[in-house]
């Protein structure tokens, strides 16, 4: 059987090709003895999965596997958001999660994620042990039947819902939201955020819209359930029509987040990552330390220069983000993917309390988006950012790696280049404080062309010349 490898988030794979039955037992052994391994087995594990095709039949074969091991699980009721599963875990106090879950990917593939006890996402050494614990087989893997594991208790069919809305509560004021009188576009993206928004802020003046909340795998007017153009733009061209004041947009999962202003237009994640950022500091007045991938902004750097708080950058991925964010007690942790972590929950992205954060954020300045955009820029001046992803001949990867190895550019889209990184994939520093990053994904077979600069006319030229480096053809326009 193939070889399963866990990338930047877990496992992913296409349904019946290698995303199969079988090899969703292989990893759920792996884990199993992995956290028999760890001593964590006793404490037990919460499954939960997405709306993805055939995704709660992929639940209930791990929890099969789980139980034949001993392992009691505790297994969601339906499809649930990430982050209330990964909640799940600290609220039960077990030894982990699995995650059934592709997140954004196309709707031909699904996913395992897997979560340590904190509901965070499990370091790369870990991850590493878990690969290696995994069988080769099936043949002798053990398994009993769901309902004989319901039925003597091995299995327990639970709702996260009520644990998991009680720790938002904790977390934010709910009632000066309710009470504003927004008027609030909320895309579910066919996933697991369908019907929480509504349901959190019902009661009061502000009204939400749902739009694209119901289960359909196909993902229509979207190539994929995740927050970024195209796929957003026919759930922002709601904004107009009804004259809403603000556009939220959680992926499939719901643990990532994408924001559209009052005009309908989208507010790039580097720029939201700002806004969170400036929202703890300036207006609720929280220190700490702030983690963020080298993929994502700048304007985090000068924020903490500005407020005198360290800012630690790490590889992309939150099995990257979640470790330093436990090391050094952050206030939030992100990334450029638009996933958002924040202090006093789960080392975990959370699409939902993100949006309800950047709902308060307009409370408690009575400003709309685009407005506070210009309170973000008058700080730390415009940042413009865009990404390419391309595909390319899987033969060609060593030498699309040593091309961009051993490239040491004088110019940039015409700006000086500064220095290079080296943490994941090669990020190219540039005079302007911009970067350009160059890296293949750890979820799919692509490489990522990315770049932040406070030169909007320079962005086009800057990742052209990122996919010059690579020795990759220039997109058609």
């Known amino acids: 059987m193939s070889q399963i490898k866990f990338g930047t988030d877990g496992w992913r794979g296409r349904i019946a090709d290698d995303y199969t039955f079988d ?9 199993a003895r992995y956290l028999q391994q760890q001593g964590l087995a006793e404490k037990g594990v919460v499954i939960g999965h997405d709306m993805r095709f055939q995704a709660e039949h992929f639940a209930a074969t791990a929890a099969e596997v789980l139980a034949a091991n001993g392992i009691h699980v505790w297994l969601t009721a339906g499809p649930t958001p990430t982050p209330a599963i990964s909640y799940a875990v600290v609220d039960r106090q077990a030894g982990g999660a699995i995650n059934i879950t592709a997140s954004h990917n196309p709707p031909t593939d699904c996913g395992f994620k897997v979560r ?7 370091a790369p050494a870990g991850l590493k042990i878990i690969e290696s614990l995994i069988p ?16 003597d208790g091995q299995v327990t069919v639970f709702d996260p819902q009520p644990a998991y809305t009680a720790q938002l509560n904790r977390l934010i004021d709910l009632a000066p939201i309710k009470a504003a009188g927004f008027s609030v576009l909320v895309d579910a993206m066919w996933g697991n955020g369908a019907g929480w928004f509504p ?9 939400l819209h749902e739009v694209h909340n119901s289960r ?11 927050p ?3 796929n957003v733009d026919d759930g922002l061209s709601y904004v107009t029509r009804l004259g809403a004041d603000v556009a939220i947009i959680n992926d499939g999962d719901a643990d990532r987040v994408g924001f559209g202003d009052e005009n309908g237009q989208f507010i790039d ?31 985090l750097n000068k924020l903490g220069a500005r407020y005198n708080v360290p800012v630690h950058e790490t590889g992309v991925g939150f099995k990257y983000i979640a470790p330093k964010m436990m090391e050094v007690g952050a206030m939030i942790g992100g ?41 973000l820029f008058a700080i730390v001046g415009p940042h413009y950012y865009d990404r390419i992803d391309a595909t390319f001949d899987q033969a060609r990867k060593a030498e699309i790696y040593a091309n961009v190895d051993r490239a040491r550019p004088g110019t940039i889209g015409g700006l000086k280049c500064t220095g290079i990184v080296t943490v994941d994939g090669h990020q190219f520093l540039m005079e302007d404080g911009g970067w350009l990053l160059v890296r293949f994904s750890g979820t799919e077979p692509i490489i990522r062309v990315y770049c932040e600069t406070t030169h909007q006319s320079r962005v086009a030229a800057i990742l052209a010349d990122g996919l010059k480096i690579a020795g990759l053809p220039q997109p058609q326009s």
């Not at 340590?116 to 499990?122: E, N």
């Not at 349901?199 to 009204?207: K, P, V, Y």
């Not at 359909?216 to 359930?225: G, K, Q």
């Not at 990334?335 to 958002?340: A, D, H, L, R, T």
């Open 23 to 31: 090899n969703v037992r292989r990893c759920a052994q792996g884990f």
């Open 228 to 230: 970024i153009p195209p």
């Open 335 to 375: 990334e450029e993917s638009g996933g958002y972590a924040f202090r006093r929950h789960v080392p975990e992205r959370d699409g939902i309390l993100a949006g309800l954060y950047l709902l308060d954020m307009m409370v408690q300045t009575g400003q709309k988006p685009s407005q506070l955009l210009d309170t």
């Open 216 to 226: 359909n795998p196909i993902f229509p007017n979207m190539t994929r359930p995740e």
């Open 269 to 299: 994640q580097l720029r939201v990552y700002g806004l969170l950022g400036y929202y703890f500091l300036e207006i609720r007045g929280e220190r700490g330390p702030i983690v963020k991938t080298i993929s994502t902004t700048k304007m």
């Open 199 to 207: 349901r959190l802020l019902a009661g009061g003046q502000t009204t």
């Open 136 to 151: 080769a087989g099936v043949n002798e893997l053990p398994r009993r039947q769901l309902d004989d594991a319901r039925s």
């Open 116 to 122: 340590d006890p904190y509901g965070g996402a499990i």
